[in-house]
Structures are given as C-alpha cells and as structure tokens.
C-alpha cells in the first residue's frame, strides 16, 4: 500500500511541475471561467494536464493529503526531504489554479488532518494565517485579490450557481424519488423542459456533487453515498483512536482529510463530471479501504497473539 501510493505521488508530482512550467510560459486568461472585471491582474488558470482548472484542483486536492502521510511514514531524514519537496509543486500547482473553493477545501483537510495527528497546533496555525493576511497583498496582489472576491457579491461564478439551483429546484422537487437518469445527457434533457434561470443556457449539471447524485439517481442513491461516507470515516476515527499501527492511521488520517476537502469542494462543485477525478475518488477510497482491512487484520492478529 505503501509502495502503491508513493507511485501515486510520484505521478501527481509531475503534473504539478507541468502546471508550474505552464505558470511560467503564461496561459491566457478564458473570460468564461474568471469575472475579469473583479480579477484584476489575474493570470490565466493553470490547468496542468486536465482540460480544466477546477478539474485539476479536485486533483491535487484528493492527493495532496497524502504526502503528509508519506513524509511522517519514511524511515530516514532523505526521504522526508523528497517527499516534501515533492509536495512543493503540487502545492504551488493547486494555488495556481486560481480555484477558490479548493482553497478552502484544503484549507479544511488541513485542520481534519491536524485533528487527528496534533490538534493542538490548529490554534497556532489560524492565529498565524491572520497574521500573515495583511501582508499577502505585498506577496502576490492577484492571489489576494482572487481570495477577496470569494465574498464579492459581484462575482458571476458565484451568481451563476444561484442560478442553475434555481433551475433545478422544481426538477428535484418533481424526481426526488427516481431521479431522472445518469450522466449530464439525462441531465440536461430534463433540464430543458424547465425554466432556465441560466440566460436560457442548459447547464449539465448541478454544480453540486449531492445534490447531482439525488437529482440523476434518486433518494437511496444520495442516502447510500453518504452512509457509506459516514460508515467509512467512523471506522477510521475508531482505528486511529486505538493506534494500531502509526503508518497506517497516517494513511487513514490523509484519507479522511482528502474525502473531507473534496466534500467540502463538492458543495459548489460537481466534482465527478470528469471521469479522471471520479477514477481518483474512487482510488482514494480504495487506499482507505484497503488500510482498513490491514488495520482489522493486525489488530485481530495483535489480539490473538495476547
């Protein structure tokens, strides 16, 4: 498993110098994914090897947890050393992306991890992050304005959303049972026979990952997704909180932190319309499984034993 999610990283890690190298090139600006008229001197969206920034965010926000667990799990100061400057560009990636909802997102897996590793420092590191907010304009302008039109009333990505739950709100109220059919083809047939808020645009989808899954599938599809969520943390909780294995409940904590943050990402965004990040969900809740069951059979094993 180890093995398995250091190749995972090593990967990652590649786009995210692709992503740094597009930075450096210059990319331009695509006025139908940044309100330029709030943006001011924003550059173009990285978007490394995905067709779209936000996509790419969703990436790197399911795998970046995982270098914590990597780093605290290597044996010597040269791997720690390796995997964290592999961390750099993937960080440097994500920020480039200019995606504020995974911002936040990651801003909230950080604090799920430390939760679990060391709650103690999340005090120092919000008083630090609000020291360190009036000095950000003087760091990078065009990061601290793109940060600041999170609460822009003005800004039309967030307008937008308000609108497309406005046309989808009688859909829901109409199929909340069945559901009207997978894929954003079912999705927008449906949608048409409604009134568009959305100037008259189709949009193909919810931008919201539950409320998509109930809208294509129905009531027991979004209570099944989110029992299994629920069931799936609760076990990491408890086998981190009986230690059976420090490396393993590093991976589970990096786990719960990267489900946490696309979660938290999947409230403004419906984070499995591409088929790469679905694929990446998927094997993020495969490396949880699987360092579950290790977990169930060593304790099992240690119990035996004793």
């Not at 990651?106 to 590793?117: E, G, P, Q, R, S």
Request: one cysteine or more.
């Amino acid at each position: 498993l180890s093995r398995l999610l250091k190749i995972f990283l090593t990967a990652v890690t590649f786009t995210g110098l692709y992503g740094i190298w597009q930075r450096i090139i210059g990319i331009p600006i695509d006025p139908t994914t940044v309100d330029t008229s709030i943006n001011i001197g924003m550059q173009g969206r990285v978007y490394s090897t995905m067709h779209d920034s936000n996509t790419y965010a969703e990436i790197l926000l399911l795998s970046l947890p995982f270098y914590a667990a990597v780093i605290l799990n290597s044996k010597t100061f040269t791997g720690k050393l390796c995997y964290g400057l592999m961390a750099v560009p993937v960080l440097l990636a994500l920020i480039f992306t200019g995606t504020r909802s995974a911002w936040i997102a990651f801003a909230i897996a950080v604090f799920v991890f430390l939760f679990f590793k060391n709650r103690k420092l999340i005090p120092l590191i919000i008083i630090a992050a609000v020291a360190a907010f009036p000095f950000l304009p003087l760091i990078s302008p065009s990061f601290y304005n793109r940060i600041t039109t999170i609460w822009n009333p003005n800004d039309t990505s967030i307008g937008y959303r308000g609108l497309i739950y406005r046309t989808v709100k009688p859909m829901l109220e109409d199929n909340w049972f069945t559901g009207v059919g997978l894929g954003s083809d079912a999705f927008m047939q449906i949608c048409s026979r409604y009134p568009l808020y959305t100037n008259g645009v189709v949009p193909p989808h919810s931008h919201n990952l539950f409320l998509e899954i109930w809208l294509e599938a129905g009531i027991i599809s979004i209570l099944s997704f989110v029992w299994f969520m629920a069931r799936m943390v609760k076990k990491c909780m408890i086998t981190i909180f009986e230690k059976t294995d420090k490396e393993l409940n590093h991976i589970l904590m990096s786990g719960v932190a990267a489900m946490a943050g696309i979660s938290v990402m999947g409230l403004a965004e419906y984070v499995w319309f591409e088929g790469r990040v679905m694929l990446f969900f998927w094997a993020v809740a495969g490396f949880i499984l699987a360092a579950l069951g290790i977990a169930a059979k060593e304790h099992r094993l240690d119990r035996t034993i004793g």
